[in-house]
């Protein structure tokens, strides 16, 4: 079996479990927003929160790619993506991932100790006709859990940089820039 190469994750936080210890009130605030931007309906000042603190971690033009949820809706993460762009210069979004088939969220999986689900698992892919420019490319998620989504989503490209709000999976492919 050939060495599979194992994608690099940016995080802006790093995301403490409150099933763990007690949160500081800096680590519940980081909760409270990762979970926000995960939804359609996440209230902008959070959503601009989260966009600073990525942008910040970017100092070149580049593309950026918003992960699908467990459903394959990108749009949460499409949001996010363009005002992270509005904040840098020369990044563009390219919507290019999708999923074939939904997948439980990994939330309720965590939630309820059912284990990672594996890269392969995910049925992420990239969309028919879609192109990036040769740019760096970060593919863009609120939050990393087991790192697997986006072990899936660099799978499906074949190339690209993981990029996060927050990092829950604390393993040594993640790297935090605060």
């Known amino acids: 079996m050939p060495h599979q190469t194992q994608i690099e994750i940016r995080a802006a936080r790093l995301y403490v479990s409150p099933r763990t210890r007690a949160l500081t009130p800096d680590e519940a605030e980081t909760r409270r927003i990762a979970y926000a931007i995960k939804s359609l309906d996440c209230p902008t000042g959070m959503l601009e929160t989260a966009a600073k603190e990525i942008a910040a971690m970017l100092w070149q033009p580049c593309n950026l790619i918003p992960v699908p949820s467990h459903t394959g809706d990108t749009r949460a993460n499409l949001r996010l993506c363009k005002l992270i762009a509005a904040k840098t210069t020369g990044a563009q979004v390219r919507d290019i991932l999708t999923r ?25 892919t990239r969309k028919t006709s879609s192109w990036v420019d040769a740019l760096p490319t970060f593919i863009v998620d609120n939050v990393a859990t087991s790192g697997n989504t986006m072990q899936a989503c660099y799978e499906a490209l074949h190339f ?15 790297h935090f820039i605060f």
């Open 100 to 124: 074939t088939a939904p997948v439980e969220s990994q939330c309720q999986r965590h939630r309820a100790a059912q284990g990672r689900t594996p890269p392969s698992a995910h049925h992420i």
């Open 160 to 174: 690209g940089t993981g990029l996060v709000f927050a990092d829950a999976a604390h393993n040594p492919r993640s």
